[in-house]
């Protein structure tokens, strides 16, 4: 973290929104731990570690918006299990409550990634978007690197509890993912003994 300075935090904060596995909750602490030490300014990790985060989201952002809703559709209905219906739902749920899920999903493991394609496809107002993001995102980055500066040494606390609170997240994942199967395999099956008859 030393010889990566808060411009290279910031770097790798752009990165972990792009490949989710590089954990912010173990960056953001160590720069703050860094620099309670008085080897990098505070204000500096802030800064480029929240406009790391603000460019990472972008790219995906724009990944969303060139992959644009006839896309999505067409990838939507080659997925087995998935309907036209689930997006549909999805894109209805996200014109009422976009504004709310940007801001408070850049706060979310995982969801903090990437909520920012659904925002490229819906083509929420880039300025709306980035205003969001770097609001939710500084939030985020604060409570982090703050929580390092503060522990000092003991900042790998943060990244036991953390991990407690991202497999939690994870499990209700995978949760839902298992109910959405099960619902759907069921489904089919009350079909076909429908079509029988």
Known sequence: MESLGAPGAGLAIALENLF?????????????????????D????????????????????WV???LGRERTLAIAAKLPLVKISDI????????????KTVFFGRMIPIFRSLISIPAGVERMPLLVF?????????????IFVMAGYLLGENWHIVETYVGIGSN???????LAIVIF???????????????RR
């Open 20 to 40: 989710p596995p590089l954990p912010s909750e173990v960056i953001l602490p160590l720069a703050g731990f860094t620099s309670s030490r008085g080897e990098m």
């Open 181 to 195: 199967i099960v619902v759907r395999l069921a489904e089919r099956r009350k079909g076909r003994h429908a079509s």
């Open 168 to 174: 939690v997240v994870i499990g209700l994942v995978a």
């Open 64 to 66: 969303g918006a060139l």
């Open 130 to 142: 980035t205003l969001l993001t770097t609001a939710g995102s500084a939030i985020w980055n604060t």
């Open 88 to 99: 549909e739902k999805t894109e209805a749920f996200f014109q009422r409550h976009g504004r």
């Open 42 to 61: 505070l204000l500096a990790v802030l800064l480029f570690t929240t406009l790391g985060s603000v460019l990472g989201a972008l790219a995906l952002y």
